[in-house]
């Protein structure tokens, strides 16, 4: 019995008792249930490229023991609208970009690293609530996202890096922490609908950070 999970999928064998998602294989599930175990050994990753341009995939659920998806792991997929990912720590590199019909991100609050360009052009993507313990989000991470229109930034972020908001074009409403001490250059760049902004004077921004936005007061 698999309890409901998807089958077919293709793993292979990590260290320590560890299984690791390597590719969507004969399953032809549309709505994929990753299940725990396999063979008595626990899934805590999503591999590198694991499902890269698969363009059945309307939704995924993974389990809380996952803590990791991969460079590349749902990008270009076509299809991907929701993905539920709420025991996961690190997103790495272009692990969602482009995939252009993906509405919502269930990440939970475990998530420490969110990687460059991990979301990237995810043209349909309108909100992106981050949760409190987010350490680093890299560089353009959100690029391109232009149906996003606001965004709550973490206590606990630090550091806004170079081009993570690029052409956001509808992002008209932005909650940044008192945490916040830089935002890098482009940031906001080409973030035409944004207007006034409130900012702790503690933080530090580039010359280019808001570069061709309209933004008329930082307060």
């Known amino acids: 019995?698999?309890?409901?999970?998807?089958?077919?999928?293709?793993?292979?064998?990590?260290?320590?008792?560890?299984?690791?998602?390597?590719?969507?294989?004969?399953?032809?599930?549309?709505?994929?249930?990753?299940?725990?175990?396999?063979?008595?050994?626990?899934?805590?990753?999503?591999?590198?490229?694991?499902?890269?341009?698969?363009?059945?995939?309307?939704?995924?659920?993974?389990?809380?023991?996952?803590?990791?998806?991969?460079?590349?792991?749902?990008?270009?997929?076509?299809?991907?609208?929701f993905i539920k990912a709420s025991g996961v720590i690190e997103i790495d590199d272009k692990a969602f970009m482009g995939c252009g019909v993906l509405t919502d991100i269930g990440i939970g609050s475990r998530v420490k690293r969110i990687g460059k360009k991990a979301f990237a052009y995810c043209s349909e993507l309108t909100s992106a609530v981050l949760p409190n313990g987010i350490l680093e989000i890299g560089a353009s991470a959100f690029e391109g996202c232009t149906s996003l229109l606001e965004v709550s930034l973490p206590d606990s972020l630090k550091i806004i890096s170079s081009g993570m908001f690029y052409a956001c074009t509808n992002l008209s409403r932005i909650v940044f922490p008192q945490s916040l001490r830089y935002i890098d250059e482009f940031a906001f760049a080409y973030?035409?609908?944004?207007?006034?902004?409130?900012?702790?004077?503690?933080?530090?921004?580039?010359?280019?950070?808001?570069?061709?936005?309209?933004?008329?007061?930082?307060?």
């Open 191 to 219: 973030c035409y609908s944004i207007g006034s902004i409130k900012i702790s004077g503690s933080t530090v921004l580039n010359q280019n950070s808001f570069f061709e936005s309209n933004v008329k007061k930082v307060s």
């Open 1 to 81: 019995m698999n309890f409901g999970f998807s089958s077919g999928l293709e793993f292979r064998y990590g260290k320590n008792g560890t299984a690791i998602l390597t590719s969507v294989g004969s399953c032809n599930d549309k709505h994929i249930i990753v299940p725990e175990f396999v063979d008595g050994k626990t899934v805590t990753e999503v591999d590198d490229k694991a499902f890269c341009r698969c363009d059945r995939i309307i939704s995924i659920t993974l389990p809380y023991t996952v803590s990791r998806i991969g460079k590349q792991a749902f990008s270009w997929c076509s299809k991907l609208e």
